[in-house]
């Protein structure tokens, strides 16, 4: 996960979200931070300053593993999304390419967990990452660490390979902005 000695630094797109905004849903039915996903986590992201944002979401009862904490594969979910935000400030669209996590404590249900990431470096198409997350607020014990690996692609990646009934559901989307923005991020 070390970015290659001639890797750049990152750069705001400028068309990218302003600081503190909230970044929204990029898909309804995206479990990491879709609305239409009952069980799904609805994490909340807001553009921080540089290439970097903070997120949120609250552990509920469905998102249990061991009796009454997070299972860690959703954990690697939260860090997942949250990292695969970040490519809304570059303004590209890409996938998770590796995902190295550390669980350093567990995580309670009903514990809100507060999520920091931002982008390293920048490679050709690849994208490097790294996020935190922590119990309660951002000074919170840190639970949860990861490092990522994103690839940018092209649009026809999720068209050619999506299954065929929600590809042609979003494309159809009266909404230029959630037709565009379904296909933005790593779904």
């Known amino acids: 996960m070390t970015p290659p000695a001639d890797a750049a630094a990152p750069v705001r797109h400028p068309d990218a979200p302003a600081p503190g905004e909230l970044l929204g849903a990029h898909y309804e039915y995206c479990f990491g931070c879709g609305g239409g996903q009952p069980h799904g986590l609805h994490l909340e992201a807001r553009a ?5 944002l903070t997120a949120e979401f609250t552990v509920t009862a469905a998102h249990q593993g061991a009796p009454g904490l997070a299972h860690g594969g959703v954990l690697a979910t939260a ?6 935000s970040l490519n809304w400030l570059l303004r590209v ?5 590796r995902l190295e996590t550390d669980f350093v404590r567990p995580v309670p249900v009903d514990t809100v967990l507060f999520l920091e990431a931002e982008v390293t470096a920048v490679a050709g198409r690849k994208i490097y990452s790294r996020a935190t997350g922590r119990i309660g607020g951002p000074e919170g014990p840190v ?12 649009v026809d990646h ?4 999506g ?4 590809i042609q559901a979003a494309m159809a989307d009266p909404d230029q ?3 565009a ?4 991020v790593n779904p």
Not at 158 to 161: G, Q, V
Not at 163 to 166: A, G, H, N, T
Not at 181 to 184: H, I, P, T
């Open 143 to 154: 639970a949860v660490r990861a490092e990522a690996l994103f690839i940018e692609v092209k």
């Open 158 to 161: 999720f068209i050619d390979n």
């Open 79 to 84: 860090l997942d999304e949250t990292l695969g």
């Open 177 to 179: 902005v959630r037709r």
């Open 93 to 97: 669209i890409a996938v998770t390419g």
């Open 48 to 52: 921080g300053e540089g290439v970097s």
């Open 181 to 184: 923005r379904a296909f933005e």
């Open 163 to 166: 299954r065929p009934e929600e």
